[in-house]
């Protein structure tokens, strides 16, 4: 049977990467490619779209759709640009759809997605942690399954099948670190970008790299795990595994755990996503504990690495609370990515935004609306502070 399929965020890390799974599975002649999407890079996208002989291409950007347009002549792609037109191309009709877009931007589209009825593997973690629970909803309402692409997700999500959630204890979400592992706070002051951008074991997009430096990477996991497997905060713990092999671990009743192993490579969870609810053959690295010798594991350091104490407020306050952490995290990367704060300046003014906005935020609860305007908000304080000059 072929499939219809649509990638959301298909230029980026883990775009391309499922690209290159549906490239492999056959392509076109495998999959009716419905809508494929993008953002800057009109070229790439353009290039996948045709080779994918996809219905619709559409770059997020509204002044790059003359470029969209150009690139796609002699082809029978459609063309389109803006936000609007990505939730229109989630919104058509496919059975499988990867929501890869960065950051809270992927939200709206997501909810598209959702109510497909179909599968929905979902990388964009940002709108389980700005709507975990208008997402669940939007997806039980119309039958959607939920794949959790994220690879510590998906690994929880392996270990759950055919167990009974009553009987889970607690979720072990592993960490490998990031590039700053083992440093104190001090001695991450002066930073530059292309460190914080050089993860020591996996290859993404720049996002989720310097989320990872900071462990906001790992703060929005575990956000995404209370919704995704209803979780109480005290459920949820987080372990540095520099390795980065044990990819989550699930602890039962009966004090058994069971963990997912697999090499670093997203192509795995992808893929399980993608083959779900099969096993096939997929083009990663065997693992070979021969060589792998060691399995390291130890606690996180909640000092140098602030995320992962700021996350437990969150957690604690519900509502629409994850909408001001994530969106307080981008703007203040952004003015990181700009050159306009420090590295350690990014968590103060997560902190700073919490202090501000979460009572209101978890008293807001989630609607969409509720929650891009308290994201909204929430940019808009930092910013402020940002150009105020608020420093670490
Ligand atoms: P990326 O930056 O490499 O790619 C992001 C994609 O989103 C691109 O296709 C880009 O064109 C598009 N995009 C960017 N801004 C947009 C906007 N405003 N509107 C619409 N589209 C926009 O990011 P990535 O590393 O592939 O990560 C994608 C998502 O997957 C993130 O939520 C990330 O946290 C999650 N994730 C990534 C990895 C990984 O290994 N890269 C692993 C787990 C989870
Ligand atoms: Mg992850």
Not at 75 to 90: H, K, L, N, R, T
Not at 103 to 119: K, S
Not at 212 to 222: D, I, R, W
Not at 284 to 313: G, I
């Amino acid at each position: 049977m072929v499939r219809r399929v649509s990638v959301l965020g298909a230029t980026g890390s883990i775009g391309t990467q499922t690209l290159d799974l549906i490239d492999r599975a056959g392509g076109a002649e495998a999959f009716d490619v419905i809508a494929l999407t993008g953002h800057s890079n009109v070229a790439a996208l353009a290039e996948a779209a045709i080779r994918l002989r996809a219905d619709v291409a559409v770059t997020a950007d509204l002044s790059k759709l003359d470029a969209l347009r150009e690139a796609l002549s002699g082809s029978d792609v459609e063309a389109a640009a803006g936000p609007d037109a990505i939730c229109e191309a989630a919104s058509r009709p496919a059975d499988w759809t990867m929501s890869a877009i960065v950051g809270a931007a992927g939200l709206a589209p997501t909810l598209e997605a959702a109510q497909q009825g179909r599968c929905l593997a979902l990388a964009n973690k940002e709108s389980m942690v700005c709507a975990g629970d208008l997402l669940n909803a939007v997806c039980a309402e119309h039958g959607t399954t939920l794949l959790p692409a994220d690879s510590e997700h998906a690994a929880i999500f392996q270990c759950l099948r055919g167990e009974t959630a009553r009987e889970v204890e607690r979720v072990i979400i592993t960490a490998s670190g990031g590039p700053f592992r083992g440093r104190t706070r001090d001695q991450m002051r002066d930073v530059t970008l292309a460190e914080a951008v050089a993860h020591p074991n996996w290859d993404m997009g720049q996002g989720i790299s310097i989320d990872s430096a900071t462990m906001f990477n790992k703060a929005l996991e575990v956000i995404e795990a209370k919704y995704l497997f209803d979780l109480r905060p005290d459920q949820i713990e987080v372990i540095v595994h520099p390795q980065s092999i044990v990819h989550s671990m699930i602890g039962f009743a009966d004090g058994s755990i069971m963990a997912q192993l697999g090499p670093p490579d997203m192509r795995g969870a992808i893929g399980y996503c993608l083959n779900y609810p099969e096993r096939r053959d997929l083009p990663v690295d065997r693992l070979d504990f021969a060589k792998l010798a060691s399995l390291d594991f130890h606690a996180p350091d909640l000092d140098a690495f602030p995320a992962l104490r700021l996350v437990r407020r969150v957690l604690d306050a519900g509502g629409a609370a994850g909408a001001v952490l994530n969106a307080a995290k981008e703007a203040a990367m952004a003015g990181f990515v700009a050159g306009r704060i420090g590295f350690l300046a990014q968590a103060d003014l997560v902190e700073l935004a919490l202090n501000a906005l979460i009572d209101e935020a978890a008293r807001a609860g989630q609607t969409l609306e509720a929650v891009l305007d308290i994201d909204q908000r929430t940019r808009s304080f930092v910013e402020q502070r940002i150009a105020q000059g608020i420093e670490q």
